[in-house]
């Protein structure tokens, strides 16, 4: 039982450089979200997924890119880092909306210099 | 705005006592509340839920309460163990929505002393 999982789970950028958070689910999960967590406070969501081929942006998505091709990957991209990227990031998922409670990944943590 | 707030960053309990963890919220009739425990350097996994047509839910140690007209949600943890000790996150869902979304408090730390 994997659930969600995320590479890599630490990373250091330098300013201006790009990578990618992976995050895959092995539970068919049609909703898929990505989240940063700052210290002291809650989620803010970046983006979400409702199913393959469909992405939208949730509260904090400046400097952030996504893709949904498959029912089981939800990368997230950052085309040019910056500190105030320095974050954990986390990766969720959900059968269907409502009580359904979402599934979280154990995080990437991202520091910017 | 912040929709979801937790205004306690931590609490300490001892073991064997109940914990309450508090939150508040701004008002949409379709919500639905969750509580999430969190443990340093994993993720969130979820606790214990509950939807607006409800006013407790209860689940082993776990119980939530939830004020609709005070617009406040509680936890209850009885008794509180010392593997408890982790960061707690409430969460509200817009049930009228197809997105699934959830926005969270800041979370409140709790501590739970031998």
């Known amino acids: 039982n994997a659930g969600v999982t995320q590479t890599p789970k630490f990373r250091i950028l330098k300013i201006g450089q790009s990578m990618t958070l992976q995050c895959t689910q092995d539970?068919?999960?049609?909703?898929m979200y990505w989240y940063r967590q700052d210290p002291g406070m809650g989620l803010k969501l970046i983006y979400y997924s409702v199913g393959a081929g469909i992405t939208d942006k949730g509260e904090v998505p400046n400097g952030y890119n996504v893709s949904r091709s498959t029912t089981e990957d939800f990368p997230l991209r950052l085309e040019l880092a910056a500190p105030s990227q320095t974050s954990v990031y986390f990766c969720a998922s959900t059968q269907r909306m409502g009580d359904q409670p979402q599934h979280f990944g154990d995080g990437t943590r991202l520091s910017i210099l | 705005d912040q929709q979801v707030k937790q205004n306690s960053p931590s609490l300490s309990v001892q073991e064997g006592r109940i914990s309450i963890l508090n939150c508040d919220y701004t008002?949409?009739?379709?919500?639905?509340f969750l509580w999430y425990k969190k443990y340093p350097a994993e993720g969130p996994t979820f606790l214990i839920s509950?939807?607006?047509?409800?006013d407790k839910n209860e689940d082993g140690r776990f119980t939530v309460f939830l004020n609709k007209s005070a617009k406040h949600l509680s936890l209850h943890i009885v008794p509180s163990q010392p593997g408890d000790s982790a960061v707690y996150f409430c969460a509200k869902g817009d049930g009228s929505s197809n997105t699934g979304k959830l926005i969270f408090g800041q979370g409140t730390t709790l501590q739970v002393k031998p």
């Open positions: 539970m068919n999960h049609n909703y």
């Open positions: 008002n949409s009739m379709f919500d639905y």
């Open positions: 509950i939807s607006s047509i409800k």
